[in-house]
C-alpha cells in the first residue's frame, strides 16, 4: 500500500512539475496587435503554440485546452530588447560584480560564463515588458570580450541563451587609469596591435593545420580572429565625435562587421552610418547638452537618425545596466515628443535592436514562426504610465513577481497590522 | 549720432523694464491647478508675479501681454525639494569633517549654472539645491526660484525657514571610514549627530543666559564666544531653521524620527528614503514627507529594498509625497517621473501631479505660496504641448513670477560638416 501510495505520489509531482514548466497553448484575444513589422490589428488575435507564434490576425479559434486571455481595450506588442546590459553578471551589492575582469585587451571573456539566472534583476526586468537582453562583459577596456543574448527565462543559463558570441566589444575611449594606453591614440594602437597579431596568428594556425600539435593555441587571438572574420560583429562603445571617428577607421581598415554604441557626438556621421549599413545603439536621449548646446539637441538625435535612414536602437542607460534597464521606453517617450514617430521609436525598442545583434530570426517582433515573447500593455509603450499586464516568454506566462513585489506584500501587510495595532492601543 | 544711440538706449531700458514688468495672461488653455480642479478653455491672469485671476471667461486687463495656449496644458511651475543644480561641482561636499553646519549653501550658487538652463527646460520653476551626502550635519541648503543669470538674491526665496542636510547611513561612513575616522559605522554617525546637537543646547544655554541676563539690564557680563558651527544648530533648536535629511534604510529613519524628537528639532523630508514604504505609518504621524526617486533601487547595500511600488502604501498612510530629482540630469523629467509612479501605483492622476508640485510646496513650507494655481500665488506656471502625464509631452514654456525664463524653440538640428 505504502509502495503504492509513493508511486502515485511520485507520479503526480513528476505530471505536476511537467506542467508547471509545460508550453501552453496561449490565444491572446481583442487586443490592439503591434506586430512592429507590417500592419496593426486592431481587435486582433495571436496564437502561441509550443513557445511560438503560431497564427495572427483576426478571427482566430482557441484551440482546446488553450489558455485565453482577453486584451480587450490593451495593446499587445514583441517584448522589449536591452541591446546593452548587465542583467545577470552585476551581482548584489557588494558582492562584487563579473563584469570588466582586469586588463586591457581581454577579448576571450565570455559574459555566459558569469550568468546567474537567479540575479533579481532579471524578474524585475522582465515585469517591466523587457523580455530579451544582451549581457556584455564588460565595457570599459580598450577590447573588452563576448556578449550573450538572454532570454529572461528559464533555470539555468543555457536554457536562457538566444545566442552566443553575439558582439565583440571594444571601446575607443576606455584610457586606462594606470599605464598604457593612456590616451586616445594609445587605445588606438592597442585595438590596432591586437587585430595585427590576430591576423599573424591566423595565418600561422593555417600554415600549421597539419602539425596542429606544434601550433600554441590563444584564447585571446581566436577571440579576436571570429571579429576579423566577420562571424562576430564588433560593437564599439564611443563617448563623442572622436572615439566614433576612430571607431569607423579601425572598421573600415580591417573590414571588420561594426556596431557603433553612442552617447554623443553620433549626428555628424549619420549619412555616413546609413551609407555603410552601420547600426548604432543610441544611449544618449538623456545625455547633458553642453552648455553650448541646445537643450533639445539630444532628444531630437534619434528623430535625425532616424530621417538619415540610420538602423538605430534605444538603449536607456550609457553604461550596461541592472536594475533599470526596465526604464527602456524613457528614451522612446522623449524622442516622441521631440520629433520621432511613435512607430519607429516602438522598432528601436524591438525589431531593430534584434536586426543590430542578429537575432530578428527569432525575436523582436511578432511574426509567425517567432519565439512567443509577448507583451500586453495597458497604454502604448511609449507612454510611461502604461501598465504591464502580461508578459510571455519562450511562451511561458511569466508570475508577475520580483524582489520588490515581494517587498510590496511584505510591508503592505506589516504597516497595516501596525496602523491597527496603534489604533486599538490609542482606543 | 548721439542723437541716435541716445534713442536706442531708451528702447532696449523700455523693453527691459516691459520684460520685468511680470504681467501676463495665458488665455484658452486646459488648467491643472492642482487644488482646485482642471478648468478647460480657462485662463490665468499674472500680474506684478501674482496671480490674480483663473478660471473661464475673464476679462483680462487691458495692457497685459497675452498668449494664446489654446489646446495646451497649464499646470504650475514643477518644485524640486532634493537636487544639486545651480553650483559647480567642486563645491558639493565640504569633506573636512562630519559636521559642518556652519556651510552655506547660497554662498556658493551660480545664476548662470547651465544645469539652471536645463532644469527650466523641464517645466521648473522652484528648487531646494544642496550639497551632497559625505557629511552627517553637512550645512544649509537653499531654495531658490530658478531665475537665469539674475543675481542670487534674486533667485531665493525668502521669507521660509532654510533646511540643514543631514545625511545617515554609506555615505558618511565610507567616507570617513576610509580616513581612519570615525564615523565609520552606523553607530559613529549617531554619536557624532548626538554629540553636536548636545553641544549645541549648551551653546543655545549660555546664550540664553547672556541674553536674559542682557535684558535684565545686568552689567559687566561678557557675551560667550560666537562659534558658526553652533550658530546654525542653535537656530534649529529654536526652530529657525528644519532638517532634510539622506538616508535610505528603515532602521535609520526611526531612529531618525526618534532623533529629532529627543532633540526637539523639527524634521522636513527624509530624502531618497527608498524605505519609506517599509515605514509609512511611523512617517505620516511624525508628519515627515517623503522625498525620493520613483525606481532608482540596488545601486548600493542600503538602497537594495527600493521599489516602485511603495508610493500607495504610503500615500494611504498618510505621508506628504514628493518626487524629488537629486540631479540636474533627472530634474528635467520631474513629469515623466509622476507618470512612472502611475505605472507601479493605482492612484489617481492628481496625485502624481501633486508629488510634483504642491507636495513638494509643502515640504519647503511654501504651500501658500507655490505649487498650485490659484488667485494670489507666486505666478510660476509650465505651458506642456500635451497633457503633462502623457510621456511624449514636452515643455513649451517656463514661466517664473510672469517673467518667461524658457521658451521651447524647435533647434531644428542643423549638422555642420558632416562626414562622409
Redesign the interface.
Known sequence: MKKKIAIICAALFYLGAFYADAQETILIKNGTIVPVVGKVITSGNLLITDGIIAKIGTGIKAPEKAKIIDAKGMYVYPGMIGPLTAVGVTG???AGSDTDEIGVSTPHMDSYDAVNPEDE?IEVTRIDGVTTVLTVSGTRSAINGKAVALNLEGNLAEDMVIKRDVVQIFNTGARARNGYPSTLSGVNSLIRDKLNQAKLYAEKKKKKAKSPKKFKYDLEMEALNQVLSRKVPALFITSDEVTI?NA?HIIEEYNLKGIIFATAGI??????LA?ENIPVIWAGT?T????WE????Y???AF?LAKKGVLFAFNESGRPG???V??Q??PA??S???GLS?QEAIKALTINPAKILGIDNQVGSLEKGKTANVIICTKSL???????HTVIINGKIIPKTSV??R??DK??K??QE??KQ?REKRE | MRRKILYLLTVFILIAVSAAAQDLALKGGTILTITKGTIENGTVVIQDGKITAVGKNINIPSGIKIIDVTGKYVMPGLIDSHTHIAFGMGDGNEVSNPVTPQIWMKEVLDPGHDTIRTTLAGGVTTVKTMHGSANVIGGVNVTIKLKYNHPVEEMMVKGVRQQLKMALGENPKRLYGSKGRMPSTRMGNAYVARKAFIEAQEYKAKWDKYEKEKAAGKKDIKPPEKDLKMETLRMVLEKDMTIDCHTYRADEIVWLLKFCKEFDIVLKQISHCVDGYKVADLMAEAGVSFGGWVDWWGMKEEMYDGCPFGFKIMHDAGVNIVINSDSANEGRFLYLNAAKMLKYNDLPEIEALKMITINAARSLEMEERIGSIEVGKDGDMAVFDKHPLDSTTKVLKTIIEGVIYYDYVESRVRVKGSYR
Open positions: 548584489y551589492p557588494g534583476c571617428r569607423l549626428l555628424k556621421f549619420a549619412e555616413k551609407a538623456t547633458m547638452p553642453q552648455r541646445a537643450v533639445d539637441k532628444y531630437q538625435t535625425v541592472s536594475r533599470n526596465r526604464r521606453p524613457v517617450s522623449l516622441v515628443a521631440y511613435e511609449v507612454q510611461l504610465s502604461s501598465k504591464i520588490q513585489t517587498l510590496l510591508f503592505k506589516i504597516v501596525r496602523k496603534s
